[in-house]
């Protein structure tokens, strides 16, 4: 079993708009909702790679959080979550532009949450822990919580013996590697940025960068330069993986899916080029829509050919 772990969910609203002019009151084309987060989109994809046995969990609060559940009962992803009692889940608007193929994004702020709220999480989870192997924790944490809640919760789940995952922002993963997950999957960067003590100004420093955490001990290692870059280290070796001649509509749930396929392949057996492509190809095969979703493997195996892997360590 794989539980997908989602501290800050949020629901996806998607709103098409003939033209987006800032400043401006515009009718809609059409709209959608759908349950959003990390983990949770994470949970989907694997399913919708053939792989069934998960779980979605995380933190909810509020009549969002209600409408959230039900949206992500609708779509048939197995869950168990906790509601908390200050604030409302987030809402993410999309703002699709139809005439020039853009995406406007606004977040809100969410709830916050506590300690408490994790221990009961914790306590939730203990029944599925017997068949959980793995445990993906995704995207970022709601106000209230310290910092290091990622690392105390992969201390926890490691001293368990399950395969800990942490899919984030560079904002929350130098500390969550302290903790040794068995895999660390970065959002794509905004340029040059720090990975605590760490400076990143180029794909060769991403390709050090992934040999200095899997000497650390983490396993697989996902970093991303750029959009259509990424380096990826698979048990020592690593792989510079590129997409020739792209497509990309939105990225919207895109590592989410990078993460899925990086599980999905290792518990298919795949080595690692193959592991890397598989991934990557997941990836893209959500960024040629507009939502986070996939048609089944046989599209991911579709777009395999524009995916190239080097190995470069």
Not at 41 to 68: C, F, H, P, Q
Not at 154 to 162: A, E, T, V
Not at 239 to 256: C, K, M, R, W
Not at 274 to 302: R, W
């Amino acid at each position: 079993m794989v539980i997908c772990v989602t501290l800050n969910p949020a629901i996806d609203a998607y709103l098409e708009v003939k033209k987006f002019i800032p400043g401006s009151f515009h009718r809609t084309e059409n709209e959608r909702y759908s349950p959003g987060g990390k983990g949770f989109i994470a949970a989907e994809i694997l399913m919708k790679l053939g792989y069934n046995d998960v779980l979605s969990t995380g933190l909810l609060a509020g009549r969002n959080g209600l409408a959230w559940e039900d949206a992500a009962t609708q779509k048939g992803v197995p869950g168990s979550y906790v509601y908390i009692h200050n604030g409302n889940t987030r809402r993410n608007i999309q703002i699709v532009d139809l005439a020039e193929s853009t995406v406007t994004s606004i977040g809100t702020k969410g709830p916050v949450a506590s300690p408490q709220d994790i221990e009961k999480l914790k306590k939730r989870l203990r029944p599925h822990l017997g068949r959980a192997e793995w445990i993906v924790f995704g995207g970022s944490l709601p106000s209230g919580l310290s910092s290091d809640t990622y690392y105390e919760l992969i201390k926890y789940f490691n001293g368990l013996g399950k395969k800990t995952v942490i899919n984030a922002t560079i904002d929350y993963l130098p500390r969550a590697a302290d903790a040794i997950p068995f895999m660390l999957v970065e959002d794509p960067k905004e340029g040059e940025e720090h990975f605590g003590d760490i400076e990143v100004h180029s794909l060769e420093d991403e390709i050090k960068l992934a040999k200095t955490l899997m000497d650390r001990g983490i396993q697989i290692v996902s970093l991303s330069w750029q959009i259509i870059h990424n380096v990826i280290g698979v048990y020592g070796n690593v792989y510079h993986v590129q997409l020739v001649d792209p497509h990309i509509f939105s990225v919207v749930g895109a590592n989410s899916a990078l993460t899925a396929g990086l599980i999905h392949a290792v518990i298919s057996g795949m080595e690692g080029p193959d592991i890397a492509k598989h991934a990557v190809a997941t990836a893209y095969a959500v960024a040629t829509k507009l939502e986070p979703d996939i048609d089944g493997i046989v599209q991911v195996q579709k777009v395999y050919q524009y995916v190239e892997v080097e190995k470069v360590l």
